[in-house]
């Protein structure tokens, strides 16, 4: 249905879409463009173009373009939800699942899920009835990512992540035990010169910086870290561990090797979105949003500490031998007994 919008008094010249723009914030410029485009604004009942002048007292009729389907399938596949309402949800990925349909991708994207699973409750993004994706997480990383379902929400989003003010943590098993704590790793990150599939850290990159602590370790073998990221950057926190000396576990990528004291090695990376914290994109609300560890993770820090105990066991016995059992002598000597 067409809407009606007079202009302010006192506004003598403005282009007409900044003047819809202003006064309808929750449509995109994006939104707005394509209005003007398919002649959806009038002026007089006159069509008119986005340059078009407007001053105090003129009346704008203008009608939002259809939303066009979007060209992929919707396929119903299980999701885990942590949150959702009409404007966003927040999903805990499996492993193995990739967010955005590629050219080598099938229909098993995160993507193909979200189009089922919020089938008639998705707006316009971009003219396209489509999720709006605003952070990635890899392939093999499980965890939280939030999706937007409408334009304003995915714009409000999308901001939060560009200004960092959003908070990410994430959980790590990594090859090996940092010697400190914690400690902070601010160092830029690049394309590899020569394996293109493959990132790098060094001069002349994207700056990226990562917050570690460790939480928990396993003898010499591996240690838990919770890394905090403050930009977003590809494999950010799989480089930058792999510039620390200790690569995620189950990441060859990035230099892992499987521990041969391990009898089950990963056969994913072991990193893990585990808390989010944002803004709600319309009502401003705090969001802390956590996904809990999957099965095959908390079975490697099972394994794990079942390896450190082992370890810590055998060094004990090699510090501290057993005595030597004493052979058995004669009987006591009292003195009424006759010795001759």
Not at 52 to 72: I, K, N, Q, Y
Not at 73 to 78: E, F, H, L, N
Not at 286 to 314: S, T
């Amino acid at each position: 249905m067409p809407e009606t919008y007079i202009v302010p008094e006192g506004v003598r010249r403005l282009r007409a879409d900044k003047a819809l723009a202003l006064a309808f914030p929750d449509h995109s410029r994006t939104a707005l463009q394509r209005a003007f485009d398919a002649g959806l604004v009038t002026a007089g009942g006159t069509a008119i173009k986005r340059d078009h002048e407007v001053a105090g007292g003129d009346t704008l009729e203008f009608a939002m373009p259809d939303t066009t389907p979007a060209a992929l399938r919707a396929v119903d596949i299980p999701l885990d939800v942590l949150f959702e309402d009409r404007h966003l949800l927040a999903v805990n990925k499996a492993a193995g699942m990739i967010v955005h349909p590629g050219a080598a991708t099938g229909e098993d994207t995160l993507v193909h899920a979200l189009l089922a699973h919020c089938a008639g409750s998705l707006s316009g993004i971009g003219g396209v009835e489509r999720p709006g994706i605003v952070h990635r997480l890899d392939k093999e990383t499980t965890g939280v990512i939030v999706v937007a379902k409408n334009d304003k929400a995915h714009r409000a989003l999308a901001d939060q992540f560009a200004t960092r003010t959003t908070t990410k943590e994430y959980l790590a098993l990594v090859s090996g035990v940092p010697p400190l704590l914690s400690g902070t790793i601010d160092r830029a990150i690049s394309r590899h010169p020569t394996h293109r599939h493959r990132m790098t850290v060094g001069e002349g990159g994207k700056p990226a910086r990562t917050d570690w602590e460790r939480v928990e370790a396993f003898g010499d073998i591996a240690a838990l870290l919770r890394c905090r990221i403050f930009t977003g950057r590809t494999h950010q926190i799989r480089v930058h561990l792999k510039s620390l000396g200790h690569p995620i576990l189950g990441d060859a990528l990035y230099g892992w090797k499987p521990d041969e004291r391990m009898a089950k090695p990963p056969e994913r990376v072991m990193l893990h979105a585990e808390h989010l914290v944002i803004a709600h994109p319309v009502s401003g609300k705090e969001l802390d949003l956590r996904a809990p560890l999957p099965a095959d993770f908390e079975a490697q820090v099972a394994q794990l500490r079942k390896l450190a105990v082992a370890a810590a066991k055998a060094r004990r016995s090699i510090a501290t031998p057993a005595k030597p059992r004493k052979k058995p002598g004669p009987p006591a000597y009292h003195e009424h007994e006759d010795r001759t």
